[in-house]
Structures are given as C-alpha cells and as structure tokens.
C-alpha cells in the first residue's frame, strides 16, 4: 500500500520534464543540432569564474571534516551573516542571520515556508497569480492548503488589482509573487507591488491576522536594461521571501537557496521557528555545506545574462515579425506566446512535427498559451527560427 496521492504526482510527471525528456529521445534518434528543445529552464550560461575559484579555494584551504560535514540545521552563521549583511547594504531593508534559513533551491524554500504557515486541515488558502510556475500547485496543495488562482490578464501580465481583492478572504494566509515571472518573463512595476501591498494591508486589518507576501525569487537578478525589481520587504512588513542561487549563478544541480523572514514580519520569531520545524520535519535540515560556504564569496554575481539578452531580443523580434504575439520579457529567460489556435496541446503537436518544443501554459493556469525558455545557445534560436516560420505560415495559411 503506498499514498495514492504521491503515487498519481510520482507517475504522472510535470509536462516541462515530460517534454525534456521527449527531447532527449529525440535528440540520440535525429541529432540534437535537429531538435529545437526550449523546454526546461536550465541555464545555458556557466556560472561565473568566481563560483571555480572559491570551490577550488575552499576544498585547497579548509580541513575537509569541516568542509564536507554537517552544518546548523539553518545554515553555517557565517554564511547567513554574510547574506543578512548583503541583503541589508543592497535592498536597504533590515535583515537578520537568525532569521534566514539556508535551504536546497527555491522549491524548498517554498514547501518549508507554506508547510510553516499552513495548519493542515483547516481550509486555509494560499493565492496564486497565473500563469505561475505549476509546482506551486503540489506545494501548497501538499502543505494542506487550498491553491487560489487569481488570473493576470495578457498582454502585460501585471496583477488584476479588483480581482485579487475579491479572492482575498479570512482564510488566506499567503500569496505568492513571482517577479521576474516564470513563465512570462514580466517584472511587477512598482506601481503594481505598491498597489497591491495596499490591498493586503487592508485585508490584514480586515481579517485581523497577518496575510503572508511570500516572494518567490530566483530570477531577482535575471533582468535586462535598467529595470528594477521593487524588493517586497520594502513596502509590505509580512514578507517571506525565498530565494534560489539555482539561475542567478547557473547551479541549479547543487541545490542551494535561503528563506529570509524580514524582522519587520509582525511575528517574526514565530514564523522562523516554525521554518526551523518544517525544514525539520520535512527533512530540509542543513543545505550542501560546500555550496554554503561559496556563497559569501558569491552574492551580487551573476552568470554573463548578457547571453541571455541575445536570445531575447533575437525570439521577440523574429517571432512577432511573424505574427506570434507575447509580452516583452523584462527578466527570466521565458517567453511566454499565444499559441494559434485556443488548445495550447494542438498548437505544442504542431509545433512538434519541426522538431519545435515548446510547454503548453495550462498547467502554468494559462492555457491557450506556450512558454519558451531561451536560456539555449544563440545558435539553436538562429537555427530555429525557419521552423518557427513555417508553423506562423501553416496557421495563416488554414492548414
Ligand atoms: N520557482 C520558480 C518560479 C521557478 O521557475 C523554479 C525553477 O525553475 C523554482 C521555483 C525552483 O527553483 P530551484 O531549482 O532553486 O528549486
């Protein structure tokens, strides 16, 4: 006998893996130079010179039973202070080591976190803006909430401000903000993040209890041009925020993040005590204690997204020269655009017969949509604009 629950998430992958794995199969058939895969968001940039240097400082200088041994539960002291004093210098906000909890990527930071806030059982909810990344369903789901879609209407993708009050009620006990956002690529404007933090205050007076902002951010640093991304702890107080290493410093393998629980969190000692007890009893104790230890070294660094600003710009102006449309991405490396035809599945098959692969949106609570990740070489968007042509013209041409 095994959870019937499990078993159905375990059996039936997330269709960003299903296709990537499709990709591969199709890869050792045809070659891979033949198959278009911008499925996965696995970046397609090294990780920046300074990430070898201080791995290969660390194993050459530090007696390995320190190096490769257990850490706090929360993180190594060290490594929290160093990431309280950036967060402090950088955002000017206040910050705290004790109140940061180091974590494996940003999934952990958001099952620890809604596992923290959720009593199960309770019909308690947790607010989504879509299209969203789809694990969040699992997460919250998994953690004992219900997920609440509140929809952001295309082109722009900012938050629908009467919609999200409507979905606020007494049983919300957090929403989460993807800025930049998978899978649109789109940055809340300040104007949005001010807006919407003026509902949540409200709601949170309403209700009588603190509605959680839990800000999901491993693209905070991916972003193009001189767009800024408003730093949530600096205009609402209830804010957990979950960031990932994964995409800023190209280590999505090694698994490194951190929750940090802003002090100005109106029960901010309860919160992290219970993130101390989810990561806990979910068995997120004490994150790689190498990867740890290369991160002071590390903050502020970015792998060279200037690469990634090639491919942006070189999809978004073929493919609207086409005819497709979509938002301007402003950060990540997605583009997310209107598929031809309503059945986002029909257009991904279509699609598929030029060895394009591109992810259907319903799952991302967008259908009618596809997501496009170009953290690919340039070479293979060069290579794949021709098929991108053809299917504009099969469409137009009724076929
Ligand atoms: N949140 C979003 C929006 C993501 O796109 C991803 C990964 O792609 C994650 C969370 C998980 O990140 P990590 O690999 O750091 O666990």
Redo the contacts with the bound molecule.
């Keep these: 006998m095994v959870s019937e629950k499990m078993k159905a998430l375990g059996v039936k992958k997330s269709v960003i893996r299903e296709i990537f794995e499709y990709a591969k199969k199709r890869k050792a058939e045809i070659g891979a130079d033949k198959v278009f895969d911008y499925s ?2 696995n970046p397609s940039v090294p990780a920046p010179a300074i990430v070898n240097e201080t791995l290969k400082e660390l194993i050459e200088n530090t007696e390995p039973t320190a190096l490769h041994g257990y850490t706090s539960a929360q993180g190594d002291l060290g490594v929290r202070t160093a990431i309280a004093d950036y967060i402090k210098s950088t955002y000017k906000t206040e910050a705290d080591p004790n109140l940061i909890y180091m ?8 099952t620890i976190s809604f596992n923290a806030l959720i009593t199960p059982n309770s019909d308690e909810e947790i607010i989504a803006f879509a299209p ?2 789809p ?2 369903r699992v997460f919250v789901e998994k953690a004992g909430a219900k997920l609440t879609v509140v929809s952001s209407p295309a082109p722009d993708f900012q938050v629908d401000l009467p919609a999200f009050e409507k979905a606020l009620n007494e049983k919300t006990r957090a929403v989460i903000v ?1 800025s930049p ?3 649109t690529g789109v940055v809340l404007s300040e104007s949005t993040v001010i807006a919407m933090c003026e509902i949540l205050k409200k709601a949170e007076k309403k209700y009588g209890h603190p509605i959680y902002l839990v800000s ?4 905070r640093e991916l972003v193009y041009g001189d767009v800024k991304v408003p730093y949530l702890t600096n205009y609402y107080d209830d804010t957990i925020v ?1 960031y ?4 800023s410093l190209s280590l ?1 393998g090694e ?3 951190y929750i940090f629980v802003s002090p100005k969190v109106q029960d901010a000692g309860d919160v992290y005590a219970a993130i101390l007890g989810a990561g806990r009893a979910l068995g997120f104790v004490c994150a790689p204690a190498l990867f740890q230890y290369l991160i002071p070294n590390c903050l502020g660094k970015t792998a060279d997204i200037s690469i990634y600003d090639t491919n942006r710009t070189l999809l978004y102006e073929a493919l609207t020269s086409y005819g497709y449309t979509c938002a301007k991405p402003d950060g ?1 490396f997605y583009l997310y655009v209107k598929a031809f035809e309503d059945d986002a599945y029909a257009f991904y098959e279509r699609a598929k017969k030029y060895e394009l692969l591109l992810v259907p949106g319903d799952d991302f609570g967008c259908g009618g949509y596809v997501r496009i990740a170009y953290c690919v070489t340039t070479e293979q968007i060069k290579n794949s604009l021709p098929a991108f042509k053809k299917l504009a013209e099969d469409y137009k041409a009724g076929k």
């Design positions: 996965i968001g974590t494996v990527g940003a999934a952990a930071s958001l969203f990344f694990e969040y993807n956002n998978n899978p999901d951010e491993p693209y979950c990932s290493f994964s995409k999505p698994r490194i993040g990540a």
